[in-house]
């Protein structure tokens, strides 16, 4: 790598750093005062050896008689003072250094609360498409450990540079007043130790790097095994996630290892070198005490501050490594919080724009767009839905069925066209406009941890207001009532209060779109969107569903998707969708009548019911003469929409 590159990325590790620092805000007179009292207890550590050097020189003089003092008059005055001192000099050190570390970890634990808000901040304004071409492990671990590890620089910049670089320029001035041949063979050493630091410090670099890379992917890995176990099992795909997982584990382990191994040789080769340093020290300055050039309490001074002196070396040439891995974190932090964000016009605005009460009419006028600039998926998409009647959208897999809710829902913004809920735009209500009136059911339901009965109260808004308290409980119970959910919840371990996990592994799939309709029936929305809402569900369960939906008909606006026709058919219009373009548009029986694509499609699901209810009926004849009545009847019922 040239010159120019390394010194390019440390220039961008230092802006990623300030960068940080700007967002987390750091309070400067609180880091001051952290830097301040770090300094004051770095004086302490330094005076109070000069201190006991002086001490030394007093007891030898003492017993020695050395200067104007007999052998045996101790001055025993000046030696306590001396000690008292030095006492009060590393008590008043002990409790600057206690300050400074509690006001520093006060500090860090602020900025991390502080970035963490950033995020959460930010997510409900992330594109949609942006989570789901995102690794969750990677958005996680980003979220999370990097935000930890980022803010973990605030002790090194603070705290060690400035703390080291004082011990380093005081012991080295001090050593050079002493005895400037001591001094010499110490400063001999610096560089070296220096050079070796920082030749480590490049290694380890890279190896943090990929630790975190694959950190990120080992998670997201993980997250991906757990959400989709089942399928993993059904597809006996264990063999080849063991395989991906064995791969990152091995990455990651290398890298760990690798990154560990780097720092790991620091502090041994450091010792090593600070050892010979010593000997000859040892050597060197017992001559100059034997020859008189150097009291006993000074060649003390010089021992203890040759230690200190190595001790901050070895401090300055690992603050490196630390701010490396500091800036790495920084920078995936940064990545995250300048996501491209949109704009939510109703919470820009902080207010709504005022709408009629009811079921709203809603328009699709001319609606185009596609997920990739170059890809139509919808082409001039146009129909009304008026107040209070339901829609349904039928066509192949891969028309752009669930694109069109997704609009009405402004996860994504029409490329071209409008979508107007009682002649509004949806990009001037936004997100937080419609979350007020619209309540979806999902193809795949989505439960969070939590009890049944707070899986099913998501949609109603808390209050500390008794009365909206009282109403918000009735709500609940008229949802859980009018969906049936009771049922279920009656057999269940601690009724409402049972917890479900996010993927509800205590429900079948059919309870957990039963949970979610329910759901949309407490948060009394004003437009429904159904995708394939009954889909998981069994015969029995879709009965229930359906009656449940019912009672939103009258004062919903709904958008229904289907592929069942039967379904379909019950709507008060139909749009039939093929390659994102409307292909037919009118009620069951218009569209029966024209004799289109809907009626044959019908006519082929009509065909393909009575070929089921034939071959049900032969299966039946089969049956064992031990089979009840019910189940024998069990096995010929089907639903026959067209009859
Ligand atoms: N998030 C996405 N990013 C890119 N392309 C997408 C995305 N979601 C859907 N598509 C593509 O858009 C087209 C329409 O998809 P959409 O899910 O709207 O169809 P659909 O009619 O609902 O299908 P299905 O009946 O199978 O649910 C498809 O070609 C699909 O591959």
Known sequence: MSEATTSQKDASGLKTLSWLLAQIQVSRPRMAVVSALAIASTIGTLAAPIVLG??????????????DIEPGAMDWDLLWILITVATAVYLISYVCTLSQGLLL??????????????????????????????????????????????????????????VNLLTAVFTTA??????????????????????????????????????????????????????????????????????????????????????????????????????????????????????????????????????????????LASFLPRIQSGAVSA??????????????????????????DGPPQIDFDAVGFGYQPDTPVLHEVSFSMPPGTTTAIVGTTGSGKTTLTSLLQCFYTPDSGSIRIDGTDVTELGRAGLRSMLAAVAQEPWLFTGSVGDNVAYGLRESGDDDDRAARELRLAEAIVDSHVGQIVSVLPDGLDTVVGHDGDNLSAGELQLVTVARAIAARPRILVLDEATSSADPRTELLIQRALLKLRSTTTTLLITHRLATAALADRIVVLEAGRVVECGTHH??????????????????????????????????????TPTQVLGRITTTVPWE
């Open 54 to 67: 002086g001490a030394t020189n007093v007891i030898v003089s003492g017993t020695t008689g050395l200067g």
């Open 105 to 162: 970890t006060t500090t860090v634990q602020i900025s991390i609360a502080r970035l963490r808000a950033r995020v959460s901040e930010l997510i409900p304004r992330v594109p949609i498409g942006f989570t789901e071409s995102t690794q969750r492990g990677a958005l996680m671990s980003k979220a999370t450990t990097h935000i930890d590890n980022a803010t973990t620089v605030l002790g090194p910049l603070f705290v060690s540079l400035p």
């Open 174 to 315: 001090v050593l050079f007043w002493i005895s400037p041949l001591l001094a010499a063979i110490i400063l001999v050493s610096a560089p070296v130790s220096a050079g070796v630091a920082m030749l480590v410090a490049a290694r380890a670099k890279r190896h943090l790097q990929t630790q975190w890379k694959a950190t990120a992917a080992l998670s997201g890995s993980f997250e991906e095994e757990l959400t989709a176990r089942q399928m993993v099992k059904a597809y006996d795909a264990d063999d080849l996630v063991r395989g991906r997982f064995t791969a990152l584990n091995d990455t990651l382990f290398t890298s760990m290892r690798s990154a560990q191994w780097a720092a790991g040789t620091l502090a041994p080769v450091l010792t090593c070198l600070n050892a010979i340093v010593f000997l000859v020290l040892a050597v060197v300055g017992g001559v100059q005490v034997i020859n008189g050039q150097l009291s006993l309490g000074a060649a003390q001074v010089v021992v203890v501050f040759a230690a200190q002196l190595a001790g901050s070396v070895k401090e």
């Open 331 to 356: 920078g995936q932090v940064r990545e995250l919080l300048l996501t491209p964000t949109e704009t939510d016009p109703a919470v820009d605005a902080g207010q709504l724009p005022a709408l009629p």
């Open 590 to 627: 218009e569209l029966m009548v024209a004799g289109g694509s809907y009626a044959q499609r019908c006519e082929r699901d009509k065909q393909a019911d009575v070929s089921a209810v034939v071959s049900r009926l032969r299966g039946a004849r089969r049956a064992s003469y031990d089979d």
